[in-house]
């Protein structure tokens, strides 16, 4: 009986592990998040259990027979190699030297005793933003996708599938070089990002980036403003509301983010010429009224030619909360033998 099986997507984050199930015909079997802890600072041992604990509570949640979970999908923030092996420098979530070079997808696999697919969590959200654009015929477009949270992450999709690289780091699209003419004001410095690089698109598109780089610079040149009361990292998080009224200062960083972003698919428009730019994050979790300035000024600073821009469509990364699930579940499926 083919159509009776499905596949999980686990999505493991810092505080909760949220789990999706896609059964044979390609429904998700839950439309919401489904939600546990995830544990990961308590050590591998504890968070591997704690992502079996989340595959179960999800098939309990759906009323799905364990035995008919053919694979699962499992995504992690970074930096880790294509295969799941989290980075020998550790992680902003894996920061216990237990975690340093461990294979978290081995393990889950050893623990589940289940084929277990692994995607980074910006490569399993573009992954789902691509085939729920595309749909039916996602196998045959290509897109690339910005997602801009703390960090800025994402990923590159070629006929339906996760572009990974030799060694996994394909689609790092935060540390890609932009240019910075024209994007900066007269003597605004060069932005930096904690990769090392300076002028990357992370350094500019990025809750990182308004903190270190963009919100100094501006109160400088907005005396007087009340976001120079708070501390850094709280007066970066708060720059999105004040965007939302119109708040000059904070219209200066979010354009300066859209220019960044359009430049980084102008990038992706002579690399790889995809079908498909979405953009998601915080930035975009807003009134629709912001969202759509933010988009039209990323679709403004994409320069594409004339035959592009007929075939190319800009959108959100849709449902970005139970995205890298989603991802990670169609990771899992197209990767069954067929
Ligand atoms: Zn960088």
Request: net charge negative; hydrophobic share 45%.
């Amino acid at each position: 009986m083919p159509d009776t099986w499905v596949v999980v997507g686990l999505d493991n984050g810092g505080t909760s592990n949220n789990a999706t199930v896609l059964d044979a015909s390609g429904n998700f079997l839950v439309d919401r998040l489904v939600e546990t802890p995830s544990r990961v600072l308590e050590g591998p041992e504890v968070a591997v259990e704690a992502l079996a604990a989340s595959l179960a509570g999800v098939l309990e949640v759906t009323g799905t027979d364990p035995a008919r979970v053919r694979a699962v999908g499992l995504d992690t923030p970074g930096p880790a190699s294509a295969t799941g092996v989290i980075s020998s420098k550790g992680a902003t979530n894996f920061p216990q030297p237990e975690w340093w070079g461990f294979d978290i997808r081995a393990a889950l696999e050893e623990r589940l005793g289940l084929p277990v697919v692994y995607n980074n969590d910006g490569n399993a959200a573009a992954l789902y933003a691509h085939h729920a654009h595309f749909g039916a015929d996602a196998s045959r477009h290509s897109s690339v996708s910005a997602i801009v949270g703390t960090g800025l992450g994402g990923g590159v999709v070629e006929s339906g599938k996760v572009v990974k690289g030799a060694a996994g780091m394909a689609g790092e699209l935060g540390h890609v070089h932009i240019p910075m003419h024209g994007l900066l004001e007269d003597g605004q410095p060069v932005p930096a990002c904690n990769c090392g690089f300076s002028a990357d698109a992370e350094s500019v598109a990025s809750l990182t980036g308004i903190a270190n780089n963009l919100l100094p610079y501006w109160l400088t040149r907005f005396e007087g403003h009340p976001l120079a009361d708070e501390p850094p990292g709280k007066a970066a998080k708060l720059v999105r509301g004040y965007a939302e009224q119109d708040d000059p200062l904070a219209l200066k960083i979010f354009e300066q983010q859209a220019i960044a972003l359009g430049r980084l698919f102008t990038i992706a428009a002579n690399f790889t010429d995809p079908g498909a730019y979405f953009v998601g994050g915080g930035v975009v979790e807003t009134g629709p009224r912001f969202r759509e300035w933010f988009l039209g000024k990323v679709r403004e600073h994409t320069v594409l030619r004339e035959e592009q821009a007929r075939a190319a469509r800009f959108s959100l990364v849709p449902d970005l909360d139970m995205a890298g699930a989603r991802g990670a579940a169609i990771a899992a499926r197209d990767a069954l033998p067929r």
